[in-house]
């Protein structure tokens, strides 16, 4: 007798959040919120400026932990937990001001970016292999360091501290077109290697190439949840949603 055939299993969650409120203050920021990021998944959190999607992720990050609601982060409820906790769990970080410390080499900033976590291991090798600039740019203080640069030293620190997740936050903000291209074929290799990404991005057309779903926000709110080709092929509903 054939043996029946089950359909493939979806990526184990690396990401759940459930339902959270954020605020700030007295001021609520984040409605009822919840989304997901699979396993070697690329999803994008789309949506107008002051939307909240930043805070969505200093939510993740413990920046600014939700009073309502719960944050899981590889199987794990990391909601409330401190930052450096977080992070030493396997969650990496690109900020939108890439916060590295202009004082210190290249060099330094991704030494003490090293972490051991239960995901695999990048090496600096594998960074110059992605970013070939950077092996040239080792012994350079970061603040004599471009735009762009200084985006390869961050997403650099991020892969070194061994992710099972990272977090972009404007990947593309303020950078040349060339560099875009190469921080987005980043994240198409995260996907490849098994990391998970959940980037926020104003750039729609970019983060819609790399993502497999995207979530869209509005008002501290969740409006849309889809496949990104529903927004890529949908130039209606992408205006409707985003306004391009």
């Keep these: 007798m054939n043996a029946v055939l089950k359909p493939s299993a979806a990526p184990a969650d690396m990401l ?13 920021v984040l409605f009822d919120v919840s989304l997901r990021v699979g396993a070697g998944e690329v999803v994008a959190l789309l949506g ?12 993740i990050l413990g920046l600014t932990s939700p009073r309502k609601g719960s944050i899981s982060f590889d199987g794990r409820d990391i909601t409330g937990m401190p930052t450096h906790e977080i992070a030493k769990a396997g969650l990496g970080w690109v900020p939108d001001d890439r916060r590295i410390f202009p004082t210190l080499t290249v060099a330094r900033n991704l030494a003490i970016a090293r ?30 360091l471009s735009g ?10 991020a892969l ?3 992710p099972g997740l ?7 903000q303020g950078l040349a077109p060339k560099v875009v291209q190469d921080v987005m074929k980043t994240i198409t290799r995260l996907k490849s290697e ?26 501290g709110k969740i409006v849309h949840e889809g496949p990104a080709a529903e927004l890529r092929n949908n130039a209606a509903l992408r205006r409707q949603l985003l306004g391009v």
């Design 166 to 172: 990272v977090l972009f936050d404007e990947p593309s």
């Design 148 to 157: 762009g640069e200084m985006q390869m030293v961050a997403i650099s620190r």
């Design 194 to 219: 098994g990391i998970a990404v959940l980037v926020v991005e104003q750039n729609v057309q970019s983060a819609l190439a790399v993502a497999n779903r995207t979530y869209v926000m509005s008002m």
């Design 160 to 162: 070194l501290g061994s």
């Design 16 to 28: 759940t959040i459930d339902h959270i409120d954020t605020f700030y203050g007295e001021t609520q």
């Design 48 to 59: 107008p400026n002051g939307a909240g999607k930043t805070t969505t992720l200093r939510s």
């Design 115 to 144: 972490k051991a976590t239960r995901f695999r291991k990048w090496s600096e090798k594998e960074c110059f292999e992605i970013f070939s600039a950077m092996e040239y740019l080792m012994e350079r203080e970061c603040e004599n």
